[in-house]
């Protein structure tokens, strides 16, 4: 059973910046893509970014297209989600996720695996 560990997040101002990594216990088909959701309090989950670990190819959501950064390191099974000009609407618990390939890459039930989540914080 593959897990994924999630670190990183925090507090930060509005305006500033964080990074999560995602580190996976070993690569399988069903770790070809890694996603990131998030869970604002009281809301629904909702899709933010993916990338496909062979190629690097990138998906994000309009709501954080141009702020919010994808990268990987295959050798550690790792990926990472660079935020930046964070804003208060960025709050959310943010889990990542992974699946094998095929299948709508932003919708959460064609995910296999899940994080423990990791709490972000943005304070204006």
């Known amino acids: 059973q593959v897990q994924l560990e999630e670190s990183g997040g925090g507090s930060v101002q509005s305006g500033g910046s964080l990074e999560l990594s995602c580190t996976a216990s070993?690569?399988?088909?069903?770790?070809?893509?890694v996603g990131w959701f998030r869970q604002p309090l009281g809301k629904e989950r909702e899709f933010v970014a993916a990338i496909v670990r062979i190629g690097g190819t990138t998906y994000y959501a309009d709501s954080v297209k141009g702020r919010f950064i994808l990268s990987k390191d295959n050798a550690k099974n790792t990926v990472y989600l660079q935020m930046n000009e964070l804003k208060p609407d960025d709050t959310a618990v943010y889990y990542c996720?992974?699946?094998?390939?095929?299948?709508?890459?932003?919708?959460?039930?064609?995910?296999?695996?899940w994080g423990q989540g990791a709490q972000v914080t943005v304070s204006s």
């Open positions: 996720a992974s699946k094998s390939g095929g299948g709508d890459y932003s919708s959460e039930e064609n995910y296999t695996h």
């Open positions: 070993h690569r399988t088909q069903t770790t070809l893509i």
